[in-house]
């Protein structure tokens, strides 16, 4: 079983910043592309953002793309996102996925393994 750990959610001013982490192990970190989405409730899970295992190939959604960021340092195997100018609508669980074929993944169902989740509440 492979266990993704997140960290970094929390409550939050709109307008403000945060930013999560999510570690994998090191077996599939490398070799892996990684994701984020997040669901609200009665929501669907969403895509927010994806990078390939390089660091390249990234993809965003439109709805965050310009305010938050998708990164990874394959040294500590650990994947991040920055999000900046949150709005009351970014309100939700966040989890991160790790995904082993090529491409984007914009549906959940192409992810291989995910985090726990982790909330992210933005005040207005």
């Known amino acids: 079983q492979v266990q993704l750990v997140e960290s970094g959610g929390g409550l939050v001013q709109a307008g403000g910043s945060l930013r999560l982490s999510c570690a994998a192990p090191g077996r599939i970190f490398s070799r892996y592309a990684m994701g984020w989405f997040r669901q609200a409730p009665g929501k669907e899970r969403e895509f927010v953002a994806q990078?390939?295992?390089?660091?390249?190939?990234?993809y965003y959604a439109d709805s965050v793309k310009g305010r938050f960021t998708i990164s990874r340092d394959n040294a500590k195997n650990t994947v991040y996102l920055r999000m900046n100018s949150l709005k009351p609508e970014d309100t939700a669980v966040y989890y991160c996925a790790a995904r082993r074929r090529s491409g984007v993944g914009y549906s959940a169902m192409l992810y291989d393994y995910w985090g726990q989740g982790n909330q992210v509440t933005v005040s207005s």
């Open positions: 990078i390939g295992w390089s660091g390249g190939n990234i």
